[in-house]
């Protein structure tokens, strides 16, 4: 688990990535919760998890509770030499798990429209893509909406 200590390295995560992209980004813009005093990802309202490397922060996912029955996936973010290896999958499936005991019975999560091994991993994971946004930020983003049931049954 991590939690508002490990923000700097998350950001830095993020911030890898979105270069890797070639996206424009201002961390007052894109890491608003991480940069926020209230960080959202604590219990009972939410969870983060990183994966290090030799102290490097070199993936996450966070889970923020939106209500009784609902989570909302974030952070989910691997450096590119991870990806591909199952780290995506078991931070998911570990973000998922803690929903679930929750008591939350559907995750959706929001995924930048170039992020296409992120959509084919959360494909095969069951979620279902269900619509779209646009974004305001430097590079007017669209990102797609999954989801899933989080119920035994259901998955």
Known sequence: M??????????????????EYGFDWSAEEEFWDLLD???????????MWVVRDAGRIVGSVAVERLDQETAEFHRLYLDAALRGQGHGRALLQTAERWALAQGC???????????????????RLGYVRTGHRQLTDLNQSVEYRYERSLEPDEA
């Open 2 to 19: 991590a939690d508002r200590t490990d923000a700097a390295g998350v950001m830095a995560l993020i911030g890898r990535v979105f270069d």
């Open 37 to 47: 005093d209230h960080f959202p990802y604590e219990s009972p309202r939410g969870q």
């Open 105 to 123: 019975r559907r995750a959706v999560l929001w995924t930048d429209i170039s992020f296409h091994d992120a959509h084919r991993l959360y494909e």
